[in-house]
């Protein structure tokens, strides 16, 4: 669209339909019908394992939520997918940090400038600093070198960051050593190990780069990440919120045609996915409802109940009705049993009485 007075063009997103595909929607919207498109992208299925990467920072809220759960699904997957942590940092020589020789952006990077993060607190002289957050970020790239790169699954990585982020996510205990080494100890990790890789790669006060860092940049750059968190899955990004059920299913979608696993076959279309995972199956509630309805289960007992009101509140009626006659019967008896008594006994036949003994008797029964 040219100049809208803005003094800057605008791009309008589009897609490519076939005729024959745009014929039929223009049809029904001459129709005055609603239609409703879905654009969706196929994800490779090169073979029977899914390599699956996540991008986020210590200090990230966003991806919080998977990162507390999504461990019972990385080890239902198990050898079936390979899973990459990856840490945001800013290249802060690119960004004139480095400048110099030395730090120009004060409490923002480590290694002279060379390596950045946002200060997370916005304050540069308290708080969580940015160069805590990069110490943090390498601290968890070297506890995965050691317990993850192998299996692709790191239960430790996952135990140390779930530890973390519920005790040391504070700005008073973020950077506190026995914190620190809390959650190294609650996920059985041997923290001479971590430090020892954080110092062999270039620690982070030198003037000197640090080579697990300069991976992650260059990584970064060349993917070209832009938004965190970000998650991809056989290298294709996903869309919409990273939650459970999403990224579990991208996953699922991403195995060659036969090689699903089983925890695939099984959870797949489960509402709670997370759940089915950590116990192998989906419940009834979940796998019958879809997500949207009630469950068949649900429906025959709320179909049972409502039979047995119908049916107790019509049995009532009829014991009312029943009643209610038994007492008129029993009026009418009551207004002709004197006669017996009238002329001083006279035993002579009595049509009134004599329907009151037979036909009043027989409407009681």
Same mark, same amino acid.
């Given at each position: 669209? $040219? ?36 654009? @969706?992208?196929?994800?490779? +299925? ?13 200090? =990230?809220?966003?991806?919080?939520? #998977? ?16 899973? @990459?942590?990856?840490?945001?940092? *800013? ?9 110099? !020789? ?16 946002? %200060?997370? %607190?916005?304050? /540069? ?11 943090? +970020? ?17 239960? =430790?990585?996952?135990? *140390? ?39 062999? +790669? ?8 640090? +080579?697990? /860092?300069?991976? =992650? ?14 998650? *991809? ?29 089983? #925890?695939? =076959? ?24 879809? !997500? ?5 289960? @649900? ?15 019509? #049995? ?15 009026? #009418? /008896? ?21 329907? $009151? ?9």
């Amino acid at each position: 669209m $040219a100049d809208d007075g803005s003094g800057s063009d605008i791009t309008i997103p589009s897609f490519l339909m076939f005729k024959h595909d745009a014929d039929k929607v223009k049809d029904e919207v001459m129709q005055g019908n609603v239609v409703q498109i879905e654009m @969706t992208w196929a994800l490779p +299925s090169p073979d029977d394992r899914v390599e699956y990467d996540l991008w986020t920072t210590p200090t =990230e809220f966003a991806s919080k939520d #998977i990162l507390s759960k999504f461990h019972e699904v990385a080890k239902a997957l198990g050898d079936h997918a390979y899973f @990459t942590p990856h840490m945001f940092i *800013y290249d802060g020589t690119k960004n004139g940090c480095n400048g110099a !020789g030395k730090n120009q952006c004060y409490t923002l990077c480590t290694n002279n400038g060379r390596y950045c993060a946002l %200060d997370p %607190d916005n304050d /540069l002289d308290a708080g969580i600093s940015g160069a805590d957050v990069v110490a943090e +970020s390498l601290r968890r790239l070297c506890i995965w070198k050691h317990y993850g790169e192998k299996d692709g699954i790191g239960s =430790e990585w996952w135990d *140390y960051v779930n530890h973390f982020m519920d005790h040391c996510q504070t700005s008073t205990s973020f950077t506190d050593k026995k914190c620190i080494d809390g959650a190294i100890s609650s996920a059985k990790i041997d923290g001479g190990r971590i430090g020892q890789c954080m110092s062999d +790669s270039g620690g982070l006060e030198s003037d000197s780069t640090n +080579s697990v /860092l300069q991976d =992650e940049i260059e990584f970064q750059q060349k993917r070209g990440i832009v938004i965190l968190p970000s998650a *991809y899955v056989n290298e294709s990004i996903i869309r919409g919120s990273l939650n459970v059920n999403n990224v579990f299913g991208a996953i699922c979608a991403g195995y060659l045609e036969g090689t699903k696993p089983d #925890i695939c =076959e099984t959870c797949s279309e489960c509402p709670d996915r997370l759940t089915c995972a950590s116990t192998g199956k989906c419940t009834v509630s979940a796998s019958k409802s879809g !997500g949207n309805g009630v469950s068949y289960h @649900t429906f025959l007992t709320f179909m049972f109940m409502t039979f047995c009101g119908f049916a107790g509140f019509g #049995i009532y009626q009829y014991r009312k009705t029943q009643m209610e006659m038994r007492e008129q019967v029993r009026g #009418i /008896l009551a207004e002709y049993m004197p006669l017996e008594d009238q002329e001083g006994g006279n035993n002579d036949f009595n049509p009134a009485i004599d329907f $009151a003994r037979r036909g009043g008797e027989s409407l009681i029964q």
